[in-house]
């Protein structure tokens, strides 16, 4: 079955610099990839996905996120962070081999130092 | 507003009582998802439904079970709890299974 491995179950970046969460995932076949956000006491939200076509994806809040099939990979990144960026980071997996069912990571809690 | 609809946002019970959370999907989406956040398991698939039958199982536990209806809203029904039970729950649908599902605000469950 699909999975997904986040590494890091912390991150604490300072407000400007680099973001940096990083996605592993497993699948037999073409996966369909997502990262969502949850803030304190909200459900979780889509930040971006990733089905076919361009490897390198854009979603909200400038977040972006690029397939790497060679390294089954699948990280977000965000150039320059904001103290509006700390909350839970979730990346998911979805395959048709599985009947399209997603499984989620363990999720990565983003800090943001100012 | 994700369009998912989940009731009651809140729900404190004493242990060994049974509990009933609904979920409303968004209209038009056939699949239906549970979710069991905690603090010390994250957040772990219990169920998913599609178009009233049970598609995939995960770590849900004898004591729970789940149904979706004709008119496509859920309910998950958690019996005999314990204080462990205590977590988020959350439903999400979406309208296959491959495409992004969207999440209810979840029902915060206090098992006192």
């Known amino acids: 079955a699909q999975s997904v491995t986040q590494l890091g179950s912390h991150v604490s970046v300072s407000e400007g610099a680099l973001v940096l969460l990083r996605c592993n995932y497993s699948s037999s076949v073409p996966p369909y990839l997502f990262w969502y956000v949850q803030y304190p006491n909200q459900g979780l939200q889509l930040l971006l996905k990733y089905t076919t076509g361009a490897t390198l994806v854009k979603g909200i809040n400038g977040f972006e996120a690029e397939f790497k099939k060679s390294e089954t990979s699948f990280h977000l990144t965000k150039p320059s962070a904001h103290m509006s960026d700390a909350a839970e980071y979730f990346c998911?997996?979805?395959?048709?081999?599985?009947?399209?069912?997603?499984?989620f990571g363990a999720g990565t809690r983003l800090t943001v130092k100012p | 507003d994700s369009g998912v609809t989940q009731t009651p946002k809140h729900l404190i019970t004493a242990t060994g009582q049974r509990v009933t959370l609904r979920c409303s999907p968004r209209?038009?989406?056939?699949?239906v998802y549970w979710y069991q956040q905690s603090l010390d398991q994250g957040l772990q698939f219990l169920i998913q439904y599609y178009n009233g039958e049970e598609r995939a199982k995960g770590n849900i536990l004898e004591r729970f079970s789940a149904q979706q209806f004709p008119d496509l809203h859920s309910e998950l029904n958690l019996s005999s709890l314990e204080l462990g039970d205590s977590a988020l729950y959350f439903c999400?649908?979406?309208?296959?299974?491959?495409?992004?599902?969207?999440f209810g605000q979840g029902t915060r469950l206090t098992v006192v």
């Open positions: 209209s038009g989406d056939l699949s």
């Open positions: 999400a649908s979406s309208v296959e299974g491959h495409t992004e599902a969207f």
């Open positions: 998911a997996v979805s395959d048709q081999a599985n009947n399209n069912d997603m499984r």
